[in-house]
Nanobody
Framework: QVKLVESGGGLVQAGGSLRLSCAAS????????MGWFRQAPGKEREFVAA???????KYYADSVKGRFTISRENASTVYLQTMSLKPEDTAVYFC???????????????????WGQGTQVTVSS
């Protein structure tokens, strides 16, 4: 069982940055692929970024490529560094986990087994 808790969201002006954190507890976290997704009001949950259990492979949605960076810097935390934020980045951001498969992290919500409660990111224009 893996428990995920996101933090770091908030209100920021366009062009600003935030660092989102996902703290994981449970066994064998280091063998899990991790993903970040987001969901805006009235929209479906969408992929943002993912990192393989080894850290060797990272995927990004086209809409955030070059502005967001996913990293896993210790045994229990995954980060999403966001920069040059836009109003359209406003959403609840969720982290997700699943047992690692080769070096190919998933990019679909159904690929993941465990989810956090989310953290709100609001970008004002």
């Amino acid at each position: 069982q893996v428990k995920l808790v996101e933090s770091g969201g908030g209100l920021v002006q366009a062009g600003g940055s935030l660092r989102l954190s996902c703290a994981a507890s449970g066994r064998a976290f280091s063998s899990y692929d991790m993903g970040w997704f987001r969901q805006a009001p009235g929209k479906e949950r969408e992929f943002v970024a993912a990192v393989s259990w080894s850290g060797a492979t990272k995927y990004y949605a086209d809409s955030v490529k070059g502005r967001f960076t996913i990293s896993r810097e210790n045994a229990s935390t995954v980060y999403l560094q966001t920069m040059s934020l836009k109003p359209e980045d406003t959403a609840v951001y969720f982290c997700a986990a699943r047992p690692g498969i080769l070096h190919r992290p998933g990019w679909r919500p159904n690929d993941y087994d465990y989810w956090g409660q989310g953290t709100q990111v609001t970008v004002s224009s």
